[in-house]
């Protein structure tokens, strides 16, 4: 006995599997509703859409930090039961019911409307900050065509006599993404103002991202054979390079060592699961539309375990190449620090040059200590250490902005890789932008928030326009501040409980048969165990014990955030400020508003029903009414 | 006289034996007016490293001889104004420069290092070595002056890149203007063939031309009973 929640009505808000196969032959509404040109720029378009900023930055700094090697186990485990299910389940239903996020979710019951608008707000939320990070890509992609890149060297003070003494305290990359890309402010509260390059620069992030929606998938689908296999061939042109270089194994070997012993620690594979979540660019409501575009009878299983099996092997990849690359920075660093440290003995002791190297270093120090330990205390030598350097992991923003382009620059032919790495995390965002803004369009148009009449293009560009003008929030001197802001509290607790609710919805409210017999009907042959566990127990069972703990930990945590203060005590380490009072409100803003709209949209249509249903008893009353009721009843007599 | 005479040449001769002696006090390690300077030969040229010998030596003083006729803009000073002393063998030295007029007068410390800096890079070359490398102890090297473009290079990328988006832009509006423009006339011209274009069925999403051939219509259609 199958487990079904009461559902009056879905047959009527749906198409019978006859009336899809009609769809499918006569094509009578092929201007409606828009159609991929063929299958390859639909694979083209979802894998551009889950393979994101998230896999190069933010994978191989889970993997190297959570045991290496071993991290693999519960990355693929969870891929498999979490992963591969959401995405079939998306897939299948966006084809089956042919519509949008929103209206999938109103179909399959008027109360689950409130899934859809929560999808809704909050891909409008990551479209806002996202083109953001497009627009800090573009800044340094357009200050790469130069000989010299400006964030190799500190710039000059003013009257010449030294360099800027904010830059010589930190480091070039860090002047140069602190103060001149950003112009930090200490705090949130100080906005600073809004810096004109970076206003320069999100224009252009969304003008691009304009002309290749501008006409829906008809132009986003011929965009996709560049924005998606560009950051491939990027990737491996920078992993040869990088295996070129001196240290590079060494890296990879740290990234890949096991350590299985952090298996047994339950934030690996609580973050495992989230990193696998949050790459799938699951409840976003864009993978829904995409497949609805589909024909009816596409294999959608066969396209959620291949983009699965990409997605994985892309995270994996992009980690190896990250790691050739910070392989190359540590070991830099090291010999720079070891030979500093050379220098220094040969100096105070007067050695001739050559008498201490490398290999003999440690002894050298180690019989002079003892022969004359005052002065080696006196010269206060750095430890330097190579799993030191190699472990300063850093993820987000930090890694592309700072780590990687200070190895940029040590490499021979810096603007040439400092192009092609930009131009390549231009490529990834870019497609997972079109995956964001579908699941904003998509929802505004079945609301009827644009007049049909409206062509698509004005739709795109009004929404384009204004998200540019929301975004300029993030442009201010706090901006940095506030994308973290939104990235931590927007895009994550709302995402787990709109795809929970979403296989909640599917399996029992829509009826786990149904939906079997409908993927029959559009693939051949029902789904086998495996799809039936894992969507009525497992990957529920997991959503829910991911946002339990989410919840948990982002709660009781004392919300600090890092701030680059000149001024502060231990600058350059970022210092860390509680956030002020009004924050508060801000966060129940971003992480309530598309929660509540659940539970809100459904009370909401409840409470409306009630009304409409009181009105209808009123009206049957009167005997006219009874007349005209025996009519349509001969009517509908006389039509079977 | 003649005793006179005599008093005189012995106090020469004995000036002139002591003068290296003298001289040789005026450099000192620590001295008020002598720089230190350390060289690092292998760490610029690697394999390429010459040895450092007296002849390199001779070469130093010899160039620092040079700047200071450059700095002074005269032709008095040579090698022997310039003293060195307490050489190491990590090859570091000091030497201060002593006036050519007056050989128990040094030269002042300020004076010394404008000459070295006026000169710096004449110096460096002599020894195929770098400010680095070549280590005036207390004479820091000049910066270089930054170049500064009139135009910032990213603002001349920026305005290629954003000038393609919005031709590109304008170009894909006009062109779905325009094409709906033509769907417009093309349906008002074709008012009286509304009948044509029902027949003729859309098959595989492709309008056919032609004219659907009415001798197979489905007549029963316009048939009303």
Known sequence: ????????????????????????????????????????????????????????????????????????????????????????????????????????????????????????????????????????????????????????????NYNLTGLVSECEQSSPVDYFWYRETLNSTPDIGENGGLQWWMVLCLVSAWAVLYICIIRGIETTGKAVYVTSTLPYVVLSIFLIRGLTLKGSLSGVVFLFTPNLTELTNPTTWLDAGAQVFYSFSIAFGGLISFSSYNSVHNNCEQDAVIISAVNGFTSVYAATVIYTIIGFRATERFDNCLGGNILVLLNTFDLPEGNVTESNYDQVLQSLNGTHPEVIQGLNLKTCDLNTFLSEGVEGTGLAFIVFTEAITKMPASPVWSVLFFIMLFCLGLSSMFGNIEGVLVPLQDLGVFPKSWPKESTTGITCVLCCIVGLIFVQGSGNYWLSLFDSYGGSIPLLIIAFCEMVGVVYLYGIDRFNDDIEFMIGHKPNLFWQITWRFVSPAIMLVIFVFYFITKVTETLLYKTWNPESENFPTLEEKPYPAWIYVIIFILAGIPSLAVPGTALFRCLWRKRDRKSEQQELKTVSDQMDMNDKAQDGKSRT | MRCLRMLVRILVLLYLAGAPALAQTLCQPNASNGYRVRISIKTALGNQAYEWNENEMFLFRATMAFAMRRYYKTETYNVDNIIVCNQTRRVSFWFVVISPENPTMLIPKADVEKAVSMSRHRINNAFLLTDRTLEFLGIYPTLAEPVNPDTPPWLIVFGVVIGAVFAGIIALLVSSLLQKRRKEKGMMEDGQDEEDRQMKGVENGINLDGIYNRGFTDDDRFTKL
Not at chain 1, 65 to 82: N, Q, T, Y
């Open chain 1, 1 to 156: 006995m199958r487990l079904q929640l009461p559902n009056p009505g879905l047959e009527d808000r749906i198409l019978s599997h006859e009336e899809l196969d009609k769809l499918e032959t006569e094509e009578a509404g092929s201007g409606d509703r828009p159609k991929w040109d063929n299958k390859t720029q639909y694979m083209l378009t979802c894998v551009g859409f889950c393979v994101g900023l998230g896999n190069v930055w933010r994978f191989p700094y889970l993997c190297q930090s959570h045991g290496g090697g071993a991290f693999m186990i519960p990355f693929l485990i969870l891929l498999v039961l979490e992963g591969v299910p959401l995405l079939h389940l998306e897939f299948a239903i966006g084809q089956r019911l042919r519509k949008g996020s929103l209206g999938v979710w109103s179909t399959i019951h008027p109360y689950l409307a409130g899934v859809g608008i929560a999808s809704m707000f909050v891909s409008l939320m990551i479209s806002l900050y996202y083109n953001t990070i497009m627009a800090w890509v573009m800044w340094y992609l357009f200050n790469s065509f130069q000989e010299t890149l400006p964030w190799s060297q500190c710039p000059l």
